[in-house]
């Protein structure tokens, strides 16, 4: 599989604190690819400097082959990137139609994915017309990654979907994903290690801003130890 | 519709009916009809300020300080351009081409303030009002360096809008009605333009979380700088359609931009149907107090502080405004 996102030494300061001191990664295109390490890692910080919400310092992020690191937010997102952020996002305000429309980066986009999008998230059909605040939990994450299917992405950035959601609601979404990841090529970010492990292909771990170890997730579900040092989980 | 919007109209129903009421109590009924009329042509003037600065604070964050310049600016435009017409072009056409040349010049006016000036200040906001501030300062100057300090007479409408009729059992200038009839179009239009096209949801989302717009591939700064032009656009259509009225003069935006920042107040800040809601109730509250000035007390005080009456009995029944969430 050849690559479609690399990231390569990226450093990355918020303020006056250096965030990211190094992080390496590869996301193999048709892959899902999980970011691996404790809380304040530098996880989401990965994320949003490969989309330019946050301006990395140094480093190189090449998609598709091509440099996109200095890119403005929204030219990067056109190249065919779909970011699903940590606690949603979603314009509460907005009906569930309206937010899906903003996503629209050509007329008819929204459209032409309708049919798919309700197959994926049959809740978001029964309830087209509400306003998004009204949704439950759940309902507002399904939206969030709605949203970044509206385009035709060939990559989804998605931070902690599993964050604050039931179980039951977390093994829907989990089938959602998966059925997603046929077709789509997915860097997750998620703390939740039993979700991660059985959604992803690929897995790196970060530790205080740098990627330390990075593999295949079923070598990972191997190393006990590493995955006790770096992530406390067993 | 939500249950928040149907409390804040409920409480709007109130203050309205509530108004209204009290005029029906005081007065007969067919000077109520005038002084419902003229509330809402003061409400019409105080909403052409208000709606850009509601719009361009919600989706930017910009306390526009220099909104009422372009109101003012749009007023000396239109002069400028009814004036430059050759001699024998009908008094309509005047009218027509100083309304459409306030509006364009107003709005490309915008654009280029904030492409050029308020856009780099986009993460220090007290900069940006330092900075609306002394834009202000500067228009003020430049129309009195030009035009002088005593201002210039009201410009002649066409003949069917100069004239009176007799509406609801008074009598009334059909200028007037103009307005409220401008004011309510521009309302309507506004609002079509917010809820039943693209741009209008890009500029709702971006009000409530600008970064996931853009992270949604759209080009925000474009839209800022649309909507930061439609709003000094619409400033500088009320100032042109004040003038036949209250003519041109340096100091005519900052008398109606506090008014104005009231009204944003009052409808809840960067509710564009709160703003347009608090225009009606702010111009009717001020209209009743006029008369009851005239006619009972002899003295324009209460007139004079109305506005500043309504404003805290509504904050007291809601302190984020009609419209406001409590984050706002």
Request: proline residues 4%.
């Amino acid at each position: 599989m050849s690559a479609l996102l690399e990231v390569q030494g990226l450093h990355t300061y918020i303020g006056q604190y250096h965030i990211l001191q190094g992080v390496d990664l590869t996301v193999p295109e048709g892959s899902v690819t999980v970011l691996l390490g404790r809380n304040g890692a530098g996880k989401t910080t990965t994320l949003r400097s490969i989309l330019g919400l946050w301006k990395p310092q140094r480093g190189r992020i090449r998609f598709d082959g091509r440099d996109i690191q200095g890119l403005q937010t929204h030219a990067i997102a056109r190249l065919g990137i779909g970011y699903v952020p940590e606690h949603r996002a979603i314009f509460r305000q907005l009906t569930v139609e309206e937010n899906l429309k903003v996503a629209e980066r050509s007329k008819g986009d929204l459209q032409a994915r309708q049919a798919f999008l309700f197959k994926l998230f049959p809740d978001l059909q029964k309830q087209y017309h509400w306003p998004a605040g009204q949704l439950s939990g759940g309902q507002q994450q399904m939206l969030a990654i709605a949203r970044a299917l509206v385009p035709e992405n060939r990559l989804l950035l998605i931070d902690e979907p599993s964050e604050g959601l039931a179980p039951v609601i977390i093994e829907q979404l989990m089938e959602a994903l998966r059925s997603l990841s046929a077709s789509t090529t997915v860097l997750l970010v998620e703390q939740n290690f039993r979700v991660a492990s059985l959604l992803a292909e690929r897995y790196t771990i970060i530790e205080d801003g740098r990627s330390v170890h990075q593999g295949r997730m079923e070598d990972l579900l191997r190393e006990q130890d590493l995955i006790q040092r770096y992530l406390g989980a067993a | 519709m939500l249950p928040r919007y149907r409390r804040s109209l409920l409480i709007s129903l109130a203050f309205l009916g509530g108004l209204a009421a009290l005029d029906l109590i005081l007065f007969p009924a067919g000077q109520v009809g005038v002084i419902l009329l003229s509330g809402l042509y003061q409400g019409m003037l105080f909403f052409l300020v208000a709606a850009g600065l509601s719009i361009v604070f919600g989706l930017l964050d910009v306390l526009n300080m220099a909104q009422g310049s372009f109101f003012m600016l749009g007023a000396y435009l239109g002069f400028a351009v009814y004036g430059a017409l050759p001699e024998g072009t009908p008094v309509t056409w005047r009218f027509l081409a100083a309304l459409v040349a306030a509006t364009v010049g107003g709005g490309l006016l915008g654009a280029l303030v904030e492409r050029s000036l308020i856009r780099p200040l986009y993460a220090r906001p007290i900069f940006q009002i330092v900075l609306t501030l002394g834009l202000a300062t500067v228009a003020n100057e430049i129309v009195r360096a030009i035009y002088g300090p005593a201002g210039l007479i009201p410009i002649t409408p066409p003949a069917a809008l100069d004239t009176t009729i007799s509406v609801l059992g008074g009598r009334f200038e059909t200028y007037r009605l103009f307005i409220i009839g401008m004011g309510a179009t521009l309302m309507a239009l506004t609002l079509l333009l917010l809820h039943r096209t693209r741009l209008g949801i890009i500029i709702r989302a971006g009000v409530e979380d600008r970064e996931m717009v853009e992270a949604l591939g759209v080009p925000i700064g474009r839209v800022f700088t649309l909507t930061f032009a439609l709003g000094c656009a619409i400033a500088a259509l009320g100032g042109i359609t004040a003038a036949p009225y209250i003519g041109a003069y340096p100091a005519m935006g900052d008398a109606f931009l506090l008014n104005a920042i009231i009204v944003v107040v009052l409808g809840g800040m960067s509710s564009f149907e709160g703003t347009a809601v608090a225009s009606i109730l702010v111009g009717l509250a001020r209209a009743s107090a006029e008369q009851v000035s005239l006619e009972y007390l002899g003295s324009p005080l209460l007139a004079t502080v109305s506005i500043l009456l309504i404003m805290i009995l509504v904050l007291l029944v809601r302190p984020s405004g009609l419209f406001g969430s409590e984050t706002s």
